[in-house]
C-alpha cells in the first residue's frame, strides 16, 4: 500500500482520542458506562531486557501457552525479559507516548496487538521495516491467507511494517432453532433487510431478533460501515483523499437505521431494552443469555459458547457476511493480530527472531486449537488437519480468509490509510447515526453533518479538499 501522509501533528492530535477508537475496536472493553482507568507507563526498552507488550486473551489458556513461548524463548537465547499483559488503550495517548519512547531510543521492542492502525503507527515513522520476517516466515509456513487483507494494511510503501500473526473473520451469528421454527433457512438471509425481516419474525415475548447496537463502540462502528457500504455509501474516493460520504447512498442508509430503530415503528418489537446504548458487551451478554436472534461480533461469543457448554451453543448458525444490496459479496477477513517491532528497539534483531518463534506451528497450533476460532493461522500451511479437526466450523473461518479477492473493508473503495483511523477515533459515524435515530437531524442533515466533520478531519491532516 502507498499512501500520501495525513500530517503528524493531526495523527498525534488524534492519538488521544484514538485512546478511546482503541477500546472500541476489538478489546471488548464498554466505550461508555465506566470510569475511566488510570493509565500505565509504557514499559522502557533496554539493552540485554526483551521488553514485550501484549493484548490479553479472551482464553486465559491460550494467554499462559503465549506467555510461556515468550519466557522459554528468552530463556534459551540467555536474556532477561519484561513482559506486560495488557492492551495499548490502558496506556492512554498510545501513539503520543510511543513516539515519545522512540526518540528516546527506549521503546518496548515488541507489540502483539490486533487494535492499533499499522498506517498510522508507519506514518509517524513508530515501525521497524520487518519484510525480512515476514518474507522468512513465508517462506516456512506458507503465503498469507488471501483473504485477510494483509498486504494493504501492513505493506506500506513496498515494506512490511508489522508481522501478520492471526487470521480473523468476523462471526455473523443467527439462532437456528429460532428459525427453524419460522420456517427460514439460514441460506436465504443474504443481506441485511433479509435479517432484519427474519429478527422481527423471530421476535416474542422475552427474545428480540435484531442484537446490533449502533452506539459508538467497536462492533457498532464495523455494523454501521458496513451497512453505509451495502447501500454503497463510502467515505471517499478510491484515492482516499476526496470525501465522498454525503450521498444518495449513504442517505438511503441512515434512512433504513432510522426505520430500523424507531420505537414506535415496524421493527420495534425486534430491538431488545436499550440496544441503542450498549457498549461492546452488550450484545455478547444478550446473545449468551439466550435473548436475542441475531448479532456479528468477533469469535468471543462463539467461544464463549463452546467453552461454557453453554445451551445455544448447538443452535448457533454461522452466516456468511451481509451481501451488499446490489448482490457483490463481502466475504473475507481480516488480520486478527500483528507482531509489531518498533523503531529504535534496543533488541530488534532478538524481537525478529521472537516474532518466528511464535509463528512455529509446535508454538502457534497448541494455542489456536483452544481458542475457540479467535487465534487462527494467518500462513497457509498452518491451517493443518489437526486445527480443522478442534472445530468443524474452523472450516467456515478457512473459507472465509481464503476469500482471492476480500472485501477492501472500511475504507472500501480506497486502500487503507491514517486518515481513515482518524475518522474512527472521533466517533463520527456512530454520533451521525445516534442523531438520525434520535431524530435530533433528519437522516441526510445526519450525513451531510457527518461528511463536513470528515472534511475537517482531513483538512486538518493536511488533505485539503476541491
Not at 147 to 173: E, Y
Not at 186 to 212: C, H, I, M, N, Q
Amino acid at each position: 500500500m502507498d499512501f500520501d501522509k495525513i500530517s503528524r501533528r493531526q495523527l498525534l492530535k488524534t492519538s488521544a482520542l484514538t485512546g478511546a477508537g482503541l477500546a472500541a475496536a476489538g478489546s471488548g472493553l464498554p466505550a461508555f458506562a465506566q470510569d475511566k482507568p488510570p493509565e500505565q507507563d509504557l514499559p522502557q526498552g533496554a539493552a540485554g531486557k526483551l521488553t514485550v507488550i501484549h493484548r490479553t486473551e479472551y482464553f486465559e489458556d491460550a494467554q499462559t501457552m503465549f506467555r510461556e513461548t515468550v519466557a522459554n524463548f528468552a530463556k534459551t537465547n540467555n536474556v532477561e525479559l519484561d513482559i506486560s499483559t495488557t492492551n495499548p488503550e490502558s496506556f492512554g495517548d498510545f501513539l503520543g507516548k510511543m513516539t515519545a519512547a522512540v526518540k528516546a531510543g527506549n521503546p518496548p521492542d515488541f507489540a502483539y496487538t490486533s487494535n492499533v492502525n499499522i498506517s498510522q503507527m508507519a506514518a509517524l515513522d513508530l515501525v521497524e521495516d520487518v519484510t525480512d520476517v515476514v518474507e522468512e516466515a513465508v517462506k516456512r509456513y506458507g503465503n498469507i491467507m488471501p483473504g485477510i487483507n494483509a498486504d494493504i494494511n501492513g505493506k506500506i510503501n513496498g515494506q512490511w511494517k508489522s508481522i501478520p500473526f492471526l487470521g480473523a473473520t468476523t462471526s455473523f451469528m443467527f439462532r437456528s432453532d429460532k428459525l427453524k421454527e419460522k420456517g427460514i433457512d439460514p441460506a436465504s438471509l443474504k443481506t441485511f433487510s433479509d435479517r432484519r425481516d427474519a429478527a422481527l419474525a423471530v421476535s416474542g415475548p422475552d427474545f428480540y431478533g435484531w442484537g446490533l447496537t449502533p452506539n459508538q463502540s467497536g462492533d457498532g462502528y464495523g455494523y454501521l460501515v458496513l451497512l453505509i457500504q451495502a447501500f454503497g455509501g463510502h467515505f471517499t474516493d478510491e484515492t482516499g483523499q476526496i470525501v465522498q460520504f454525503n450521498s444518495p447512498e449513504t442517505v438511503a442508509a441512515y434512512e433504513w437505521l432510522a426505520e430500523t430503530y424507531d420505537r414506535n415503528g415496524k421493527y420495534a418489537a425486534a430491538l431488545p431494552p436499550g440496544v441503542e446504548s450498549w457498549n461492546d458487551t452488550g450484545n455478547n451478554e444478550a446473545f449468551l443469555a439466550g435473548s436475542i436472534g441475531y448479532t456479528h461480533n468477533a469469535f468471543s461469543v462463539y467461544a464463549n459458547a463452546k467453552l461454557n457448554k453453554n445451551p445455544i451453543f448447538p443452535n448457533i448458525a454461522l452466516l456468511r457476511a451481509p451481501t451488499a444490496n446490489n448482490g457483490d459479496s463481502r466475504d473475507g477477513g481480516n488480520v486478527g493480530g500483528w507482531l509489531t517491532i518498533f523503531k529504535n528497539a534496543p533488541n530488534k534483531d532478538l524481537a525478529k527472531q521472537l516474532a518466528l518463534d511464535l509463528i512455529d506451528p509446535k508454538n502457534f497450533t497448541p494455542m489456536s486449537a483452544i481458542a475457540g476460532g479467535l487465534f487462527m493461522p494467518a500462513y497457509e500451511n498452518l491451517w493443518t488437519d489437526e486445527l480443522l479437526a478442534a472445530d468443524p466450523n474452523y472450516a467456515i473461518i478457512k473459507e472465509q480468509v481464503s476469500v482471492a479477492k476480500p472485501f477492501l473493508g472500511e475504507t472500501w473503495p480506497a486502500q487503507p490509510a491514517p486518515q481513515f483511523g482518524a475518522i474512527r477515533a472521533q466517533g463520527i459515524v456512530e454520533q451521525s447515526v445516534g442523531n438520525a435515530i434520535a431524530k435530533r437531524m433528519s437522516p441526510a442533515d445526519a450525513v451531510a453533518d457527518a461528511h463536513n466533520k470528515i472534511v475537517q478531519v482531513f483538512e486538518e491532516g493536511g488533505i485539503l479538499q476541491p
